[in-house]
């Protein structure tokens, strides 16, 4: 289930994280595991997170995912290993809420790629997801998670 979609103006927002190539299977080993190691590195620096945690999709290419998953932070930080300093794409991204468990996402997608195409716009072909609470934490009904396709 989703909510209704809006176009948004997002401002630069700095974040930590790891660009990395996963399958589909590995894909929650890797991110549990990333968002670990950013949380443990801002814990090192008596900092924490500026916001929701997030996975970038450069491709959807299920055997060879391009992702990016981090963490929004306040201030620029230093590289460590390959927990890079890195930006969120900023300006006019389409955006809506996915209400339900993950393997329920592809109905949001489609559902948010017509709404661009039915109002004009044009997405990059860039997705980004942000995580508002942990599946392991609330039911599968509950997860909320927002999509954002950012526009040309």
Not at 15 to 38: C, F, H, Q
Not at 130 to 139: H, L, T
């Amino acid at each position: 289930m989703y909510s209704e979609f809006k176009v948004k103006d997002l401002p630069k927002q700095l974040t930590l994280a790891v660009r990395t190539i996963t399958s589909v299977g590995e894909l929650p080993e890797v991110i549990g595991k990333v968002y670990g190691d950013i949380i443990t590195y801002l814990a090192e620096l008596g900092e924490d997170p500026a916001g929701m945690p997030f996975v970038i999709y450069y491709n959807l290419d299920m055997a060879n995912l391009d992702i990016e998953i981090g963490f929004p932070v306040s201030k620029k930080f230093p590289d460590k290993g390959i927990i890079k300093s890195s930006e969120l794409p900023s300006g006019k991204t389409a955006s809506g809420m996915h209400h339900g468990p993950y393997e329920e996402m592809k109905s949001t997608y489609d559902a948010l790629t017509e709404w661009v195409e039915n109002e004009g716009y044009e997405a990059t072909g860039i997705a980004i997801e942000y995580y508002y609470n942990n599946p392991e934490e609330v039911s599968p009904e509950d997860v909320l998670t927002e999509i954002q396709f950012p526009l040309k």
